[in-house]
């Protein structure tokens, strides 16, 4: 075996530190304590566990031949449309729930935008994506196509 030469190792650390700093040379173990030890733990855990909701997210299940999203296959929760309240059973549903949190009706008249067909995002699509929602009037008259507030 060769033989260590402190005398170069001294050099290269103190070349290091002159282009560095001195925390580049430093032990690890200098600056940490019981705090940040807790703190990493913390990063560590949380980490774990959206790798683990990443890892379910993405787990495939077989069905009729064919491997699909288990996310796709959670309608528990999801039959009924949050923005005009009818329950849906229909599978093209499915994608329009997990996208834009809505039935395909309603997406086609509160979130699709015609004249935005070849761009990427419409005003519309953007204006969903940052939470607007129609109101329950607005709801009644478009999508159930009823006059609402005018007196009889």
Known sequence: MKKKDFDYIAKVEKAIEARYGSEAVQNPKANWDEEKEKEYLDQIKLLLEKENKRKEKNQKVEKDGFLISKKLLNKSS????PVCGIYSFKTRDDFYFNRYSCCHECYLIFVEDDSYIFEQES??????????RPSKDEVERRRFKKDVGRGA
């Open 78 to 81: 999801r039959e009924k449309c």
């Open 123 to 132: 005003p519309r699509k953007e204006r969903w994506r940052l939470g607007w």
